[in-house]
T-cell receptor
Framework: ETGVTQTPRHLVMGMTNKKSLKCEQH?????MYWYKQSAKKPLELMFV???????ENNSVPSRFSPECPNSSHLFLHLHTLQPEDSALYLC????????????????FGAGSRLTVL | QKEVEQNSGPLSVPEGAIASLNCTYS??????FFWYRQYSGKSPELIMF??SNGDKEDGRFTAQLNKASQYVSLLIRDSQPSDSATYLC??????????WGAGTKLIIKP
């Protein structure tokens, strides 16, 4: 495996279900991210883990719960979601603080398409 | 509120012509500037980034940065149908976070 892998690629769940999205990066990066992408909207940053410590939580509802057991794995636990949570959820990783000119270059996984019924 | 603005398009360009995509940003403290390409149903992939005023060229792509006017642009020379995609502009703030535009949809007509 190379790059950033996400599973599952597609997920359909009811509002009372509990599910998890998984992300794994094989790039040796020290930061991982969860983004939400809805149609015609900018990418919304949900969570950031830098050196396994959560450093950002952009007012995300508690029905989304992140977990970062080590620097290569990231989970997003989902429970009692709403239909408006249907979107593409993107995981990304980067090597913060060491990019050329200080650039924080993100590498994205293929995404998990979530549909909440 | 830090913002990044892009024209949503679609921008239609004939094959072989130059496609010009523009992006403006609000935060003067922004440090690095990125262009990502996203094909329909796929995830964003990095085209290039720039952090100094002026032009940066990579193959058929040229990024242009003007910090005084707070805009960054992407030129695609000799446009190909395979360049048809949504182009996302992202701006890095002083906390290393990326602020994203909503993207411009580009259509290259054969």
């Amino acid at each position: 495996e190379t790059g950033v892998t996400q599973t599952p690629r597609h997920l359909v769940m009811g509002m009372t279900n509990k599910k998890s999205l998984k992300c794994e990066q094989h790039l040796g990066h020290n930061a991982m991210y969860w983004y939400k992408q809805s149609a015609k909207k900018p990418l919304e940053l949900m969570f950031v883990y830098n050196f396994k410590e959560q450093t950002e939580n952009n007012s995300v509802p508690s029905r989304f719960s992140p977990e970062c057991p080590n620097s290569s794995h990231l989970f997003l636990h989902l429970h009692t979601l709403q239909p408006e949570d249907s979107a593409l959820y993107l995981c990304a990783s980067s090597q913060r603080d060491r990019g050329v000119g200080g650039a924080n270059v993100l590498t994205f996984g293929a995404g998990s398409r979530l549909t909440v019924l | 509120q830090k913002e990044v603005e892009q024209n949503s398009g679609p921008l239609s360009v004939p094959e072989g012509a130059i496609a010009s995509l523009n992006c403006t940003y609000s935060d003067r403290g922004s440090q690095s500037f990125f262009w990502y390409r996203q094909y329909s149903g796929k995830s964003p992939e990095l085209i290039m980034f720039i952090y100094s005023n002026g032009d940066k060229e990579d193959g058929r792509f040229t990024a242009q940065l003007n910090k005084a006017s707070q805009y960054v642009s992407l030129l695609i020379r000799d446009s190909q149908p395979s360049d048809s995609a949504t182009y996302l502009c992202a701006v890095q703030d002083s906390n290393y976070q990326l602020i994203w535009g909503a993207g411009t949809k580009l259509i290259i007509k054969p």
